[in-house]
C-alpha cells in the first residue's frame, strides 16, 4: 500500500500563489506517476498534473500550463504543486495520487490522499 498526505492548502488572493505538498511512504515503489487532481461539487474530479516518478517527465492541463508546476524533491518522496497566478476558477479540493499506469486517466489511479482545499478570492 501506499498512504498519501496533503498540505498546503489555505485561502488565496487572486493573483496570489501556493504550494502544495504530497508526502507518500508505504509500497513507494509501486509509483509509476505522481498526479495532482482537483474537484469541485458537482464536477467530475479533474487532472492537474503529473510526473514521471523516475524519468521526471511532466504533464499538464491546458487549464494551468504556465502557471503551476509540478515536481518532486530530490531527496525525499515529496512531490510539490507551486501554483501561481492563481484565479477564482481554481478553488477547489486539490488531491494527491498515484498511478501504476498512465499520467492523464483517472482510473490509472489507485491511491488518494484525503485532499486540501484552496480557496482563490476575487
Known amino acids: 500500500q501506499v498512504q498519501l498526505v496533503e498540505s498546503g492548502g489555505g485561502l488565496v488572493q487572486a493573483g496570489g500563489s501556493l504550494r502544495l505538498s504530497c508526502d507518500a511512504s508505504?509500497?513507494?515503489?509501486?509509483?509509476?506517476?505522481m498526479g495532482w487532481f482537483r474537484q469541485t461539487p458537482g464536477k467530475e474530479r479533474e487532472f492537474v498534473a503529473a510526473f514521471n516518478w523516475s524519468g521526471g517527465r511532466t504533464y499538464y492541463a491546458d487549464s494551468v500550463k504556465g502557471r503551476f508546476t509540478i515536481s518532486r524533491d530530490n531527496a525525499k518522496n515529496t512531490v510539490y504543486l507551486q501554483m501561481n497566478s492563481l484565479k477564482p476558477e481554481d478553488t477547489a479540493v486539490y488531491y494527491c495520487a498515484v498511478s501504476v499506469g498512465s499520467p492523464y486517466n483517472l482510473r490509472d489511479y489507485n491511491a488518494w490522499g484525503q485532499g486540501t482545499q484552496v480557496t482563490v478570492s476575487s
Open positions: 508505504g509500497r513507494t515503489f509501486i509509483i509509476g506517476f
